[in-house]
């Protein structure tokens, strides 16, 4: 018995420790890019530039443009795992129910952002998509912008190029 008392006492006193030492570094956030003041939205002070235009399609699909901004931190998002996924519902227009990732199986387009938090993507079957970021730990939907959170409906026809502009991230 004495034994399990010194055992679970050591264990005590190391997750203390490692408690305590958790809660007294700092935490170093480092800037994604550089930045230079403009008016936004949210007046937020970050320059944006976004693709003027989109990827010209094969006949018969869509194809959008777009730059990934974090209304969170107030940064683009450069190298972000992103994927298009259908609208759900009688009309198309809902949001999946549950956001697991990508799925090939269902139709899910992926795509990645570059270094500029800019990407684009070429023949899109037409129809109602939300775009879908990896935000660490959980899968976050582009809003309609950093006043009016709600997920941002993209719809598509055929042939059409869409130039998106900045879709706004809850982020991390």
Same mark, same amino acid.
Not at 28 to 50: D, F, G, H, W
Not at 58 to 75: D, F, H, M, Q, V
């Given at each position: 018995?004495?034994?399990?008392?010194?055992?679970?006492?050591?264990?005590?006193?190391?997750?203390?420790?490692?408690?305590?030492?958790?809660?007294?570094?700092?935490?170093?956030?480092?800037?994604?890019?550089?930045?230079?003041?403009?008016?936004?939205?949210?007046?937020?002070?970050?320059?944006?530039?976004?693709?003027?235009?989109?990827?010209?399609?094969?006949? #018969?699909?869509?194809?959008?443009?777009?730059?990934?901004?974090?209304?969170?931190?107030?940064?683009?998002?450069?190298?972000?795992?992103?994927?298009?996924?259908?609208?759900?519902?009688?009309?198309?227009?809902?949001?999946?129910?549950?956001?697991? #990732?990508?799925?090939?199986?269902?139709?899910?387009?992926?795509?990645?952002?570059?270094?500029?938090?800019?990407?684009?993507?070429?023949?899109?079957?037409? #129809?109602?998509?939300?775009?879908?970021?990896?935000?660490?730990?959980?899968?976050?939907?582009?809003?309609?912008?950093?006043?009016?959170?709600?997920?941002?409906?993209?719809?598509?026809?055929?042939?059409?190029?869409?130039?998106? #502009?900045?879709?706004?991230?809850?982020?991390?």
């Amino acid at each position: 018995m004495k034994h399990n008392l010194t055992y679970y006492l050591l264990i005590s006193i190391i997750l203390i420790t490692f408690i305590v030492a958790c809660t007294n570094q700092a935490i170093v956030t480092m800037p994604l890019v550089e930045q230079t003041p403009i008016a936004q939205p949210s007046q937020s002070a970050i320059s944006i530039t976004t693709p003027s235009d989109a990827p010209p399609p094969e006949p #018969g699909k869509a194809s959008i443009s777009g730059t990934l901004y974090s209304y969170t931190i107030e940064r683009l998002l450069p190298e972000t795992v992103f994927y298009l996924t259908a609208a759900v519902g009688e009309d198309s227009r809902s949001m999946p129910p549950i956001l697991v #990732g990508p799925i090939d199986e269902q139709g899910d387009i992926r795509g990645i952002t570059d270094l500029n938090g800019q990407f684009a993507i070429n023949d899109i079957p037409p #129809g109602n998509y939300f775009l879908i970021a990896w935000a660490p730990y959980n899968w976050a939907p582009a809003e309609i912008s950093d006043v009016e959170q709600r997920a941002r409906l993209i719809e598509l026809e055929v042939s059409q190029r869409e130039a998106l #502009g900045i879709l706004y991230l809850s982020w991390p």
